[in-house]
């Protein structure tokens, strides 16, 4: 077998990790040819195929799935070798990679990654928005955003605020032309913009109002994948959407939405930031949880 190299093991990981060649190039700031061309290199050296390749996408096969099950955990550990060399220079460097839905992402970590980032100028920061709940560790992340009630046993989690509440809008046009729903209820005689999980299941509406819960089956002809675009239906009148306040909180003040139902308010948990507790952390990331402690 020739000699392998750890940059080709690293853009395989990376390849599969950013689901195909294109994505790992724009990444890593190289061309494609030459991700491809590392690729062939690497699956030469070994003497068998790792990726299966087609016009759309690009998939492990079962030898580069067992290869990147003992792959991520070494190439983490290589990494966060060489960050813990970061603490016997001056400023810390390295990067950090979290995964969160888009509303946290949006609202809560991306503000605190762009001060953080200031402080910290030698510390890349990555997010990804998924609305699907990962494995963190399995999919190459440091940390993760969740709700509270969401985290499993093992892992240390730290809260990003205080609790969340949804709000129910719509746009002044929808409004004129559908009335004002009285009560949760009202709103299975409008059209309200569903919105599905990755896995599937349809996103259930919950209202809780002196101590009397309901919980609705919205009904509407559009159906959604993210609070994006369920606000952007909302704004073009397609009926009435149910998104976090903080989502929201600009276009209610600027009167292009209007919250309804604002005295049937369900308290949620918090969003927090969680990592691995059985895990070593870089020094980059330490410096990140360090800065997200002072902020609360």
Not at 113 to 122: L, N, R, T
Not at 200 to 206: A, D, F, Q, Y
């Amino acid at each position: 077998m020739r000699p392998l190299r750890l940059d080709s093991l690293e853009i395989f990981e990376d390849v599969v990790r950013r689901g195909g060649f294109r994505a790992a190039a724009l990444g890593r700031g190289v061309s494609s040819s030459a991700i491809s061309q590392s690729i062939s290199v690497l699956e030469e050296a070994l003497g068998i195929r790792l990726l299966n390749r087609t016009t759309r996408s690009v998939a492990p096969t079962e030898a580069g799935e067992q290869l990147l099950e003992r792959l991520r955990p070494a190439l983490h550990d290589i990494r966060t070798a060489i960050d813990d060399l970061n603490q016997l220079r001056e400023r810390p460097s390295g990067t950090v990679r979290i995964n969160a839905p888009g509303p946290a992402a949006d609202h809560v970590l991306c503000p605190l990654a762009f001060e953080f980032m200031k402080i910290y100028p030698d510390v890349n920061v990555e997010i990804v928005s998924d609305a699907a709940i990962i494995d963190i560790v399995e999919q190459g992340f440091d940390a993760g955003v969740r709700f509270g009630n969401q985290l499993a046993q093992d892992m240390i989690a730290m809260p990003l605020g205080p609790p969340l509440r949804y709000a129910i809008v719509a746009s002044p046009e929808y409004l004129r032309k559908r009335g004002r729903p009285d009560s949760p209820r009202d709103l299975l005689q409008h059209d309200c913009i569903r919105r599905r999980f990755p896995g599937g299941t349809m996103v259930t509406w919950k209202f809780e109002r002196d101590g009397d819960e309901v919980e609705i089956t919205p009904k509407g002809r559009l159906t959604l994948s993210s609070a994006h675009q369920e606000l952007q239906a909302a704004l073009a009148g397609s009926g009435v959407a149910h998104l976090f306040e903080d989502y929201v909180r600009d276009d209610v003040e600027q009167g292009r939405v209007i919250e309804l139902l604002s005295d049937w308010k369900k308290k949620l948990p918090s969003w927090y930031l969680y990592y691995p507790s059985r895990r070593h952390t870089s020094a980059a990331m330490r410096v990140f949880l360090e800065y997200i402690r002072n902020q609360r």
